[in-house]
């Protein structure tokens, strides 16, 4: 079974920057992060398909998260510019073995990682 390590989480001030990393242990073909906030669901964030590079993001996320994927690795990153105490998060790797259907439905994808926590403050 394909495991997912994710890295990258801390705590920072608002504004700033952090990078997650995520790398799967087998191939896969679609990538993507999740949040949970406090008190909330979990919420996608953004996805990358590897097939064609295709990337989506959620409207609160867009201009200032970043998804790639790193060289032709089962492996991605998820650079967040201008934090805001609101992505305040754990935030948690998804991939599935084959891309379709809605990027935001948690149903569609095949495995998790345990989560990394991103804490912003003033």
């Known amino acids: 079974q394909v495991q997912l390590v994710e890295s990258g989480g801390d705590s920072v001030e608002v504004g700033g920057s952090l990078k997650l990393s995520c790398t799967a242990s087998g191939n896969v073909e679609q990538m993507a992060w999740f949040r949970r906030r406090p008190g909330l669901q979990r919420e996608g964030v953004a996805a990358i398909i590897f097939t064609d590079g295709v990337t989506f993001y959620s409207d609160f996320v867009k201009g200032r998260f970043t998804i790639s994927r790193d060289g032709a690795k089962n492996s991605v990153t998820l650079l967040m510019n201008d934090l805001k105490i609101g992505d305040s998060a754990m935030y948690y790797c998804?991939?599935?073995?084959?891309?379709?259907?809605?990027?935001?439905?948690?149903?569609?994808?095949?495995?998790w990682g345990q989560g990394t926590e991103v804490t912003v403050s003033a």
């Open positions: 998804t991939a599935r073995l084959r891309p379709g259907g809605r990027w935001t439905r948690q149903s569609l994808y095949h495995m």
